[in-house]
């Protein structure tokens, strides 16, 4: 099976995530192709594709703009095709977060005007070096802030691995 994993990553986390996938799926047999959205596409046409996985982190309440942009620009193509949108988050990493975590994914859902066959939360990561002062302050008062190291003195990765690779398992064999 020829599967597109789409992805914007702004600390990295992301772009892990997108890469461990393809990495599993690749170990299946299947033909993988990733594409950065903040690249030009250069000739990708998403319709040349079996499935589509797209991958985006929240951060300040919103998934990247410019993965708006290419689900917005391609979104008949894959309305048309079975597609997976996995949104990386930390409010995903908590019971009493996750349903502001999928608040993340309608938002975008509704913004982008495309419809995913399926969705995953995925718990995201904590990466103080990453972070200004105001990035900072956002995580310790914000809804987060009970969940997360005050001091922010190390990264943190909180995704379920085998959760995830369940899910996309589960989802290519659909």
Not at 62 to 73: G, W
Not at 142 to 158: I, K, M, P, S, W
């Amino acid at each position: 099976m020829n599967i597109l994993i789409a992805y914007a990553s702004t600390e990295g986390h992301t772009e892990k995530v997108a890469k461990h996938i393809g990495t599993r799926l690749s170990a299946g047999d299947h033909i993988v192709r990733y594409h950065n959205v903040r690249n030009v596409s250069g000739g990708l046409a998403v319709s040349d594709f079996d499935k589509t996985i797209i991958a985006g982190s929240v951060h300040s309440a919103q998934h990247q703009s410019d993965l708006e942009l290419f689900t917005f620009a391609n979104r008949e193509q894959l309305n048309k095709m079975p597609t997976l949108f996995v949104s990386v988050s930390l409010a995903a990493a908590f019971p009493d977060t996750r349903e502001e975590a999928r608040g993340y994914i309608n938002a975008f859902q509704k913004a982008s005007s495309w419809q995913p066959s399926e969705t995953v939360l995925v718990a995201g990561a904590v990466k103080p070096g990453n972070y200004d002062w105001f990035e900072k302050s956002a995580l310790l008062e914000g809804d987060l802030a009970g969940h997360v190291n005050e001091e922010l003195a190390q990264t943190r990765e909180f995704t379920d691995w085998d959760a995830l690779d369940a899910t996309v398992s589960d989802f290519v064999k659909k």
